[in-house]
């Protein structure tokens, strides 16, 4: 009688489960050692990485950015892949100016002086949040004030917060600025930091940055140099990770609605001799026994699966694990993509002149707000062509806002975004230019024919966009949620005693400090194909 060959499966075909599958699959004597199947519940691969086109353009409906190059095990692959470069246009972002044009509500561009001062505050509190040196352009009592600040805050909401105010005791004897309508210099330096503050939000998933651990943001690592976007589209990484599995062994349309496994070592008599210690079952009522299961879901879908009565895990995880789960931040972020209609111009043939338009918002409880603009679009930083002379138009939105959006119909997107923009460009108060002034007639609004948005937050393969470290947590949950089940287990021949591996975790969600990212999730799926091969004692 042959032996069995132990079974490997790996829930989800994103970065995780595809980059634990390439390194389980290419290892040398894995073939002979263990059968290995990935199963995805979608009808495509990639995950929270989906690349598709809008207006002609590539774009990506999710995972967008390689943060930083130096090093990066993402950029690495493009470049040998050739994904660097197309011929076909793309989300490339050259729209991102050095010098954006900035224009508060009631339609005043904002000197360039304003901004820029703002910007580099708030940059440098963020540099401080993340353990960065920042002394340089610092008086000794701001330095003393962020230090205090830093040790009394939990979130880095707070922290950013209280850095404003100190720049505002700080800097004295400033004249009040003239032509801003009811702006006074206060408030329009407020406004121009909450739209940092909204950025940052969709960096992190947090809606509210007052739940985004403090302590937390200095663990958080990025690779050097520049941020790019991959030209051929994310879609191209992950068709190269996969193009090394066997024909098959990715299932699609396979979502798992319960995973059993042996903490205390049962036996399972449905599989009588051929013991398997983990039993998969899917929607369309098949099961699949494996001796390891890879779980890379995201963390949304572990939260909605912990919860009493989901019975997505029988038993129930350990309560170490469900609470770390529990505590950890998970939020929804989504892009918008509108197409300017072809027979559509800014006052003067300038179709392809869009700028990179940053909006300042007056406060959520100021009198002076626009009657017209939309709740769910206050929040949004920023609207920008995907490059310099597309007529497709970027906007990121976070939080109760990004949900919001899933939830209107396109005419109404329409409608509030072209209210919102048209505010903002229509008005005759762009005095104080640096060059980039677009202005729309009076009367006249942006016209869109067409839209596209992400749905994270409703989809129920994801529940949202990815996770955060949140006030009452810490970087030990992510470690915690990386630990393999049975926790600590040991096989000493006796008959009860739980099988070793029987249910590991990889996904962006469990790495410490690159979570969030394409290359967290990336090291994660390599981190548990090397406890796997480790396991039964293969090279790495």
């Known amino acids: 009688m042959v032996a069995k060959k132990p079974r490997i499966v790996i829930i989800g075909a994103g970065m995780a489960g595809l980059t634990a599958a390439n390194k389980l699959h290419i290892t040398p004597g894995s073939a002979e050692a263990f059968e290995l199947c990935v199963v995805e519940g979608g009808n495509r691969i990639g995950g929270r990485i989906n690349t598709s086109e809008f207006g002609g353009d590539l774009i990506e409906m999710g995972a967008t950015w390689i943060h930083g190059i130096g090093n990066s095990p993402i950029h690495k692959i493009a470049q040998e892949t050739h994904s660097l470069e197309s011929d076909q246009p793309w989300e490339c972002m050259d729209g991102f100016s050095e010098d954006p044009l900035t224009i508060s509500e009631g339609g005043y561009e904002l000197n360039s002086s304003i901004v820029k001062s703002i910007t580099s505050l708030f940059n440098k509190l963020m540099d401080f949040a993340q353990g960065k040196a920042v002394e340089e352009g610092l008086s000794k009592e701001e330095i003393e004030y962020l230090n205090l600040a830093a040790k009394k805050a939990s979130s880095v909401g707070a922290f950013l917060r209280q850095g404003l105010e100190a720049y505002w005791g700080c800097v004295k004897g400033q004249e009040e600025l003239k032509g801003y309508g009811n702006w006074t210099r206060k408030s329009l330096e407020e406004a121009v930091f909450a739209i940092h503050e909204n950025t940052q939000r969709t960096y992190t998933s947090a809606g509210d940055l007052l739940t985004l651990d403090y302590d937390a943001e200095s663990e958080y ?81 572990l939260k909605a699966g912990t919860q009493q009565g989901s019975g997505m ?195 962006e969600a469990t790495h410490r400090t690159h979570y969030s990212t394409t290359h967290g999730a990336y090291f994660s799926g390599l981190r548990e194909a090397n406890r796997l091969l480790q396991h039964y004692h293969l090279s790495l």
């Open 221 to 301: 690592r990025m690779f050097p140099g520049e941020e790019i976007t991959i030209a051929k589209g994310y879609r191209s990484i992950i068709e190269s990770i996969a193009s090394v599995l066997p024909p098959g062994s990715i299932q699609l349309g396979q979502k798992v609605t319960r995973i059993q496994w042996q903490p205390n070592g049962a036996l399972d008599v449905e599989n009588g001799h051929d013991f398997r210690p983990v039993k998969l079952h899917f929607s369309d009522g098949s099961v699949i026994f494996a001796d390891h299961v890879i779980v890379t879901v995201s963390l949304g879908v």
């Open 313 to 507: 895990f029988d038993p129930p995880l350990p309560t170490f694990k469900t609470e770390a789960i529990s505590r950890l931040g998970y939020g929804v972020v989504n892009k918008l993509f509108l197409e300017l209609s072809p027979s559509h111009d800014l006052g003067g043939g300038n179709l392809n002149k869009f700028p990179f338009l940053q909006m300042a918002f007056h406060r959520p409880d100021s009198e002076f707000r626009h009657p017209k603009v939309p709740w769910w679009m206050r929040k949004t930083s920023s609207m920008c062509p995907i490059y310099g002379k597309s007529s497709v138009l970027l906007s990121w939105f976070a939080g109760k806002e990004a949900l919001e959006l899933e939830s209107l119909e396109d005419e109404e997107i329409i409608s509030g975004v072209s209210t919102t923009i048209s505010s903002f460009l229509s008005n005759s108060n762009s005095h104080h230019g640096n060059g980039n002034s677009v202005e729309i007639p009076n009367g006249r609004e942006l016209e869109f024919h067409k839209v596209l948005k992400s749905k994270w937050g409703s989809d129920p393969l994801f529940l949202g966009s990815y996770s955060y470290v949140a006030v009452g947590s810490s970087g030990d949950d992510l470690d915690i949620l990386a630990m393999p089940l049975p926790k600590n287990s040991t096989n000493n021949g006796y008959k009860n005693s739980s099988p070793q591996l029987q249910v590991l975790f990889a996904g």
